[in-house]
């Protein structure tokens, strides 16, 4: 029987295993509302279509399978921009259906008709506009391969309201057959053997991880590399969890708010393995002084990162499982003891600390997060202060327990992001550390996991200052804070008129039992930190220097 | 120093609009992009003139093969190739300058293809020196409207870009 285009959608989706969209409906999109009406297919009904966008990529980096949200046709569907923009740059295999103008308005300038594939082009992986039904189902089938596969990425599907409408026969297609798109997961043997005798030569060599070991699922041999050669390893912010941060050769995070002992190891080694990082500028710094010393080996599964920043020395292209899976297998070790004493030296000279005198530290309350979860719940964050001292102040263990906008630094994020991290997830305790400003960016959610009964945490590391920035503007801008001194409502009064849980805390003793009781109510909380109005997030290297020239800290 | 850059592409809507696109955001400088039809279906072929030193062409590469639609890319700089401009030129010409822009005509092996009253329009193909050479020598009988269509090239013998490169030789 012939099956409509919006019945082939959502027929589409279950056999690629989808268990929960996000979204939000308008005019262009109702088709499809209409034949999930019918379905089986778990929605969630978002505030706004750019928490569809963030829940959707929350719950992939949370569950590693690929998340899918819906809009509708114009303004709907702008209003995913920022949340795909987002999952692009931190390579998140989002899928974005939107409705569009019936195939016969195109290009008139049609009520809420908006060129979102053209809008979208720089920000998705591969998008389509489907303008026959007879393409839709192969479609579906090459944006969930392309999303998933090679480098992740989100892929938009725009949907005009006939191709959603018109029927045909459904046949989804077994296999994809793209002329342009075969990613290389095999790494080239020479170059492997070549990586495990530079390894087995090197005197001070440091392991330099980002997130792709992480969407790679490549932790344990990552472990085993960092086991059998002693060597340091330092993670990205989008790389935390791929390397327990509780073993003594984990460096904790590099770069502008890193740890002292990552940043002078990396610029001390004598050769800095790359492993699923692309040296972006808020880890190198200065680039003429990053790692100075150092050959270097850098394993990607994207040529295209491969000597777009700094030169390579062994360019491995790509899985990185499988790679250093086999770099671990011809390894001759090295284990250069001087350079583990040194390494042990910084750490115990330089850890993370702040001063405990004073009001209420954002720092503490991250440290008490820790405690209280034993290091065992999923970390969403927003961006900003709130996102750096998350990053440093809790200890990640495993792959897929921080979740963060990494690349665009989306404020607004987490909060969505948590609640779909939470979906995915619904054994872990999932921790939203956000600030007043971010959280204010999304905060409607509210509505959302009330409605849905999803108990997320957010925790409000509320300065009344959007803190990141008043920091810049107190160290580089001569303490002028124009325009970051930001008020916000009643947070408590917020969460309980949305129906969530509200406390406020305010002295450092009543934080573990806040955090104990919020744990314990099994719904959505909001706690509103009231925490010390100018602390700063240090080490910090100031922007465009050299990454061992830290301040503070 | 400039490339010249074969690109197999798929034929889909919007692919130029994603490979000038991709050269727009990162900022790489396009000499001259052409685009037709090759002898596959569903298959179009780019000549892309792009000028960089050899980072610069390797990330252009690199980039350029990670859009989906993107087949094929084969610098064919330093190979050995044909390369072939088509321009149109409308130029100025009175009675009396006519003869001896009909003489230049001859030399270019260039083709008269419109007379109007006051202007003739000259259609020349060839390398780019040779189009240079021949607009150069027009000039100074009034050069009213130009248009090039910018390079394309093939590699000469046994060489190809296609995606059948395995096939027999002839």
């Known amino acids: 029987m012939p099956k409509s285009g919006a019945e082939i959608i959502i027929k589409s989706l279950q056999e690629e295993g989808v268990d929960a969209i996000f979204g939000y409906p308008g005019g262009q999109i109702i088709p499809f509302y209409d034949a999930l009406y019918d379905s089986n297919l778990k929605h969630y009904l978002v505030r706004h279509e750019q928490g569809a966008a963030h829940a959707a990529d929350g719950y992939a980096r949370a569950t590693g399978k690929p998340g899918v949200c819906v809009a509708t046709s114009g303004p709907g569907a702008t209003n995913l921009v920022t949340g795909i923009a987002t999952a692009y740059m931190d390579s998140v295999p989002l899928i974005a259906l939107t409705g569009q103008v019936p195939c016969e308005l195109l290009g008139r300038d049609s009520f809420q008709e908006v060129d979102i594939t053209g809008i979208t082009l720089p920000i998705t992986k591969n998008n389509y506009l489907v303008k026959d039904i007879k393409d839709l189902a192969k479609t579906i089938k090459e944006a969930f391969h392309i999303a998933t ?22 046949n989804y297609p077994e296999n994809v057959h793209l002329k342009g798109y075969k990613p290389t997961v095999e790494g080239n043997k020479g170059q492997i053997s070549n990586a495990a005798k530079m390894i087995g030569e090197s005197r001070k060599p440091v392991i330099y991880v980002g997130g792709g070991v992480v969407i790679s699922g490549a932790e344990a041999e990552l472990y085993r590399l960092a086991e059998l050669t002693l060597c340091p390893v330092t993670t990205t912010l989008m790389g935390k969890g791929a390397f327990p941060e ?8 590099l770069g502008m708010h890193g740890t002292r002992a990552a940043n002078y190891a990396v610029s001390e080694c004598d050769l800095l393995i790359a492993v699923g990082a692309r040296f972006d500028d808020r880890v190198t710094g200065k680039i003429d002084e990053f790692a100075p ?20 020395d062994i360019p491995i292209v790509g899985d990185v499982k499988k790679v250093l899976a086999e770099i671990n297998e011809k390894l001759e070790q090295s284990l250069a003891s001087d350079w583990q004493d040194k390494i042990a030296k910084w750490k115990a000279k330089h850890p993370l600390k702040y001063e405990t005198k004073g009001s209420l530290k954002p720092q503490f309350i991250i440290e008490q997060i820790y405690d209280v979860t034993k290091g065992e719940a999923i970390i969403v964050t927003e961006v900003g202060q709130n996102q750096m001292w998350a990053a440093q102040h809790y200890k990640y263990t495993k792959p897929r327990t921080f979740i963060s906008s990494g690349g665009l630094g989306t404020m607004g994020y987490g909060f969505p992001a948590a609640i779909g991290a939470k979906i995915g997830c619904p054994d872990a305790t999932v921790i939203d550390i956000a600030g007043d400003g ?22 409000i590391l509320n300065n009344s200052y959007l803190g990141m920035v008043r920091q810049w503007q107190e160290i580089f801008y001569d303490r002028r ?7 916000g409502p009643d947070f408590v009064k917020v969460a309980e008129a949305y129906g969530a849980m509200g406390i406020r805390v305010t002295e450092a003793k009543e934080v573990k039992p806040a955090l104990k009781k919020a744990i314990a109510a099994k719904r959505p909380v909001v706690i509103d930190f009231v925490v010390e109005r100018e602390e700063n997030v240090f080490p910090m290297v100031p922007p465009g220097g050299a990454i061992h020239k830290m301040l503070g800290g | 120093m400039r490339h010249i850059l074969a690109v197999l592409v798929e034929n889909n809507p ?12 990162r900022g790489y400088n396009i000499d001259s992009l052409t685009v037709g039809r090759t002898e596959s279906e ?15 062409l390797e990330q252009v590469t690199k980039q350029l093969h990670k859009l989906i639609d993107v087949i094929k890319i084969h610098d064919i700089t330093s190979e050995q190739y044909v390369d072939r401009e088509l321009v149109l030129v409308k130029v100025g010409a009175e009675p009396t300058t006519r003869g001896e822009i009909m003489q230049i005509v001859d030399i270019f092996r260039a083709r008269i293809v419109d007379i109007g009253r006051r202007t003739l329009i000259i259609e020349c193909t060839g390398d780019e020196n040779k189009i240079d050479a021949v607009i150069e020598s027009l000039k100074p009988f009034g050069i009213k409207e130009l248009v090039r ?15 059948n490169e395995n096939r027999e030789d002839d």
């Open chain 2, 14 to 25: 919007g692919v130029l609009t994603r490979v000038a696109g991709l050269f727009s955001r």
């Open chain 1, 149 to 170: 596969t090679g480098r992740p990425g989100p892929v938009l599907i725009d949907l005009p309201k006939n191709v959603q409408v018109n029927k045909t026969k459904f």
């Open chain 1, 293 to 312: 010393n150092a050959k270097v080996i850098h394993i990607d599964i994207d040529p295209a990162e491969i000597g777009k920043n700094v030169q390579i």
């Open chain 1, 246 to 253: 509780t073993h003594p050769m984990s460096l904790g995070m």
């Open chain 2, 149 to 163: 269509t910018g390079k394309v090239a093939m590699l000469r013998g046994q060489k190809f870009t296609s995606i």
């Open chain 1, 438 to 459: 971010s959280f204010q960016m999304n905060i409607q959610e509210l509505a959302t996991a009330v409605y849905y009964n999803i108990p997320v945490i957010v925790v």
């Open chain 1, 481 to 487: 804070y124009s325009c970051t001194d930001i008020t």
């Open chain 2, 42 to 56: 569903n298959i179009s072929r780019m000549t892309i003139v792009v000028e960089g030193d050899d980072l610069v």
